[in-house]
T-cell receptor
């Protein structure tokens, strides 16, 4: 069975500090991993996906198959990064079903 | 620029009422989804559909049903609302291709059952 674990429900950092949101998964096949973000009063939206290997808003995430992790990192957090972040796993199917973690609420203090 | 529209932003219903939540997308997406979002529990899939008149149960389908009569519209039905169905409901859609896991979400419908 597939499962996504985000161990931190809440995470607080000060502006300019590095931030890492943890995500671990369990899946026996080849996973597709995603980070979705929901800013206050906005819709849930895709932040980044592992296959694109790009940096979005300064965030990066590397898929580590050995550790079954897909942690989200940013070297210098900004106040506008405060949001709810969800890690999600897909199984490569065209049906689009995703398995979401429980989310991490990030607060960046000024 | 709105692409996934949920008809009701806020609803208040009484226990036992029948509730309809409507979702319309204008991107010609094949896949559509209904999630509920609860603090501490994340997003849990209720039902999804990959084609007109097709539906698949998600992780928590009990107490819910869905309808997909047209490609652009996916409805969630609570046959007899209960207080434990008080939640934020999110609709989403995606293409039936390699981009299937890139979901576009609606703004959400916050349902309160009294």
């Amino acid at each position: 069975a597939q499962r996504v674990t985000q161990p931190e429900k809440l995470l607080s950092v000060f502006k300019g500090a590095p931030v890492e949101l943890k995500c671990n998964y369990s899946y026996s096949g080849s996973p597709e991993l995603f980070w979705y973000v929901q800013y206050s009063r906005q819709r849930l939206q895709l932040l980044l996906r592992h296959i694109s290997r790009e940096s979005i808003k300064g965030f990066t995430a590397d898929l580590n198959k050995g550790e079954t992790s897909f942690h989200l990192k940013k070297p210098f957090a900004q106040e506008e990064d405060s949001a709810m972040y969800y890690c999600a796993l897909g199984r490569g199917s065209t049906l689009g079903r995703l398995y979401f973690g429980r989310g991490t609420q990030l607060t960046v203090w000024p | 620029d709105v692409k996934v529209t949920q008809s009701s932003r806020y609803l208040v219903k009484r226990t036992g009422e029948k509730v309809f939540l409507e979702c319309v997308q204008d991107m010609d997406h094949e896949n559509m989804f209904w999630y509920r979002q609860d603090p501490g529990l994340g997003l849990r899939l209720i039902y999804f559909s990959y084609d007109v008149k097709m539906k698949e149960k998600g992780d928590i389908p009990e107490g819910y049903s869905v309808s997909r009569e047209k490609k652009e519209r996916f409805s969630l039905i609570l046959e007899s609302a209960s207080t434990n169905q008080t939640s934020m409901y999110l609709c989403a859609s995606s293409q039936h291709t390699s981009g299937a896991n890139v979901l576009t979400f609606g703004a959400g419908s916050r349902l309160t059952v009294l």
